[in-house]
Nanobody, 120 residues
Framework: QVPLVESGGGLVQAGGSLRLSCAFS????????MAWYRQAPGKQRELVAS???????AYADSVKGRFTISRVNAKNTMYLQMNSLKPEDTAVYYC??????????????WGQGAQVTVSS
């Protein structure tokens, strides 16, 4: 079973919405905080949003008020609802367990990601 599978990406116009899904398997994910990260061309991977095992959330300033992270532990699934999308949100989005920006380079496994492209 693949540990992480992201889905739901696509092409959308600025101002539109998309919902990403992440199906995960393994206790390292189900027992810990999870997060969405993104990587735009030529840029480093950055943390977008995180959610603790029982629901507290945090967001990057650039997406606060527009994105909503959620998870359903019973289904081993996490979501990212993205509204009011901007061209600068264009990136490949990845889910994984949460590590802060300093330690995220310690994560060695990444899924295939979901491409999100926002046209102006």
């Amino acid at each position: 079973q693949v540990p992480l599978v992201e889905s739901g990406g696509g092409l959308v116009q600025a101002g539109g919405s998309l919902r990403l899904s992440c199906a995960f398997s393994g206790s390292i994910f189900s027992n810990n905080a999870m997060a969405w990260y993104r990587q735009a061309p030529g840029k480093q991977r950055e943390l977008v949003a995180s959610i603790a095992r029982y629901g507290s959330t945090a967001y990057a300033d650039s997406v606060k008020g527009r994105f909503t992270i959620s998870r359903v532990n019973a289904k081993n699934t996490m979501y990212l609802q993205m509204n009011s999308l901007k061209p600068e949100d264009t990136a490949v989005y990845y889910c994984n367990y949460y590590l802060d920006d300093v330690r995220v380079s310690l994560i060695t496994y990444w899924g295939q990601g979901a491409q999100v492209t926002v046209s102006s």
